[in-house]
């Protein structure tokens, strides 16, 4: 019987990437999303970019998670990860560094990355 090859996973670190710190301009909101255990071991691991196209990094360190973007190191968001679902959300709102400031778009966006950073881990 044939072994099958797993995909190595290689748990993202602050010191994988540049990374700047999260500015004094932020904004929070509360992010109402449930994941399970296997969605969180998935975020665990981080996001290391493998192309130029690939325009996020992120790493977890305790409960938190840090999104920066890849090519400046800007830091865009930080998810502080509550037992109850109601995650608390830091956003960038430098104009300088993201230009986003709608805390609507701001959670479709996070949502679609952390989905698409789900599905990458499998």
């Known amino acids: 019987m044939a072994k099958k090859d797993k995909k190595e996973i290689r748990i993202a670190r602050r010191e994988d990437w540049k990374t700047e710190p999260m500015p004094e301009k932020r904004e929070t909101f509360v992010l109402r999303r449930s ?7 998935a975020l665990r691991s981080g996001h290391i970019p493998q192309t130029m196209d690939d325009r996020w990094f992120m790493y977890m360190e305790g409960t938190s998670l840090w999104a920066h973007r890849s090519w400046t190191g800007c830091c865009i968001y930080r998810v502080d990860f509550k037992e109850d679902g109601g995650h608390s959300v830091t956003v960038n709102r430098d104009p300088e560094q993201y230009g986003c400031t709608d805390i609507e778009e701001d959670a479709e966006t996070l ?5 698409a950073w789900i599905r990458s881990a499998r």
């Open 35 to 41: 994941f399970d255990e296997k969605e969180m071991n």
């Open 111 to 115: 949502n679609g990355l952390l989905d």
